[in-house]
């Protein structure tokens, strides 16, 4: 399941967006996963059925951009390098492209349940019914 997100209620205060930006820029660059090429989504961890299932529905594009970015990363990891700043993911580019995705996935899942789950029961007839028939 996704992660509960103080972003909404952050952003629906101007006064509270401005102060905390700063902060929030600085520790997406001390994270340093912008400096191995990665985006904040590649980092959402795919031991469940869920981040499974959407990332079967990213486009074959995105998906090969996805293992692009991962397996430039661990090599660069394991021969501890950094990209050429140039080369740094921007936070222009550092955009959402599966967390809707699996919020979406969640909902289907939580549908499904709760459907699968629905007891159905025959609805009883009473007199007036039964001397119609």
């Given amino acids: ?15 509270l967006r401005r102060w905390l930006q700063p902060l929030s820029e600085w520790y997406c660059n001390a994270a ?4 191995l090429g990665l985006r ?8 469940n059925d869920v981040i499974q299932t959407a990332l079967k529905r990213l486009s074959p594009q995105e998906a090969y951009d996805r293992v692009f970015r991962l397996r430039r990363a661990m090599q660069l990891s394991m021969s501890h390098q950094l990209l050429p700043k140039e ?15 699996i919020k979406e996935v969640e909902a289907e899942m939580k549908e499904r349940e709760d459907l699968e ?17």
């Fill in 1 to 15: 399941m996704s992660a509960p997100s103080l972003g909404p209620f952050i952003i629906k205060r101007p006064w």
């Fill in 32 to 35: 340093g996963y912008r400096q």
């Fill in 40 to 47: 904040a989504d590649d980092l959402i961890p795919e031991e």
């Fill in 87 to 101: 080369e740094w993911t921007t936070p222009e580019t550092d955009t959402p492209y599966l967390s809707d995705m």
């Fill in 117 to 133: 789950s629905m007891i159905v029961q025959k609805r009883k007839r009473n007199a007036a019914e039964d001397s119609k028939h």
